[in-house]
């Protein structure tokens, strides 16, 4: 995507953020504080998963997709905080910068988090593959798709991407930004702030060339 695209990108995200926050009261501030506080005492979110192209072209077998994801509720958006790890203003905010993703480049980007008792950490990668394919992220035709799998509670995070993007978006690629973008910022109990810087860098990747 040429420059210009990218330029247009950052004003629409500068204007979409500035009407978020000029929405946002001070009450619901005072909770996000609180709900930061309370993160800060919990287990710092590691991942030895990273990512990674499943077998079999991305495809899961639908009786395996249900049982997989019998467990977990049905999307509400964008963002589906099934863990509960952010406060309703950053769903909100994280939701208006997949709207403006979208928009400006037709991509989706989906995230989900999930507690122990939706999957475990040794079917964790193939159960975000299952969402993925389950929910239909991405345009059809296009599969421009990526799922943001986060589970606090597993110490795991994983990202799988459509085939449309492969060319743009690699292993190599996305586990860099995993290890360099989200995870610092994880440790650091701020969940919110690595997830959103994430979802940038991911959509900035695939506009590079």
């Known amino acids: 995507m040429k420059r210009t695209t ?7 995200l500068i204007a979409a953020f500035s009407l978020l926050m000029a929405s946002c009261g001070q009450n619901e501030s005072q909770s996000e504080n609180t709900k930061t506080d309370s993160l800060a005492l919990q287990p710092v979110v590691k991942t030895d998963s990273l990512s990674g192209k499943p077998a079999n072209s991305g495809m899961l077998d639908s009786i395996v997709v249900e049982g997989l994801t019998k467990n977990i509720p049905a999307p509400v958006g964008y963002t589906n905080d099934f863990e509960h790890i952010y406060s309703k203003a950053e769903i909100r905010s994280l939701d208006l910068l997949a709207k403006v993703i979208e928009k ?4 989706e980007i989906a995230l989900v988090t999930l507690d122990s008792s939706m999957t475990n950490r040794k079917d964790f990668s193939k ?3 299952a969402l993925a394919n389950k929910w ?5 035709g296009k599969n421009n798709g990526i799922l943001i799998g986060i589970s606090k509670q597993l110490r795991t995070i994983w990202i799988r991407t459509g085939t449309g993007l492969e060319k743009k978006l690699d292993n190599k690629q996305t586990t ?4 360099t973008v989200f995870l610092p910022r994880f440790k650091q ?3 919110y702030e690595g997830t959103k810087q994430g979802v940038i860098e991911l959509y900035k990747e695939t506009n590079r060339n």
């Not at 400006?104 to 991509?107: A, G, I, L, Q």
Request: charged share 25%.
């Open 189 to 191: 109990n701020k969940f």
């Open 127 to 129: 159960t975000v593959l």
């Open 104 to 107: 400006e480049s037709s991509m």
């Open 136 to 140: 239909g992220v991405g345009k059809k």
């Open 176 to 179: 860099d930004i995993i290890k």
């Open 6 to 12: 990218t330029k247009s990108f950052n004003f629409l």
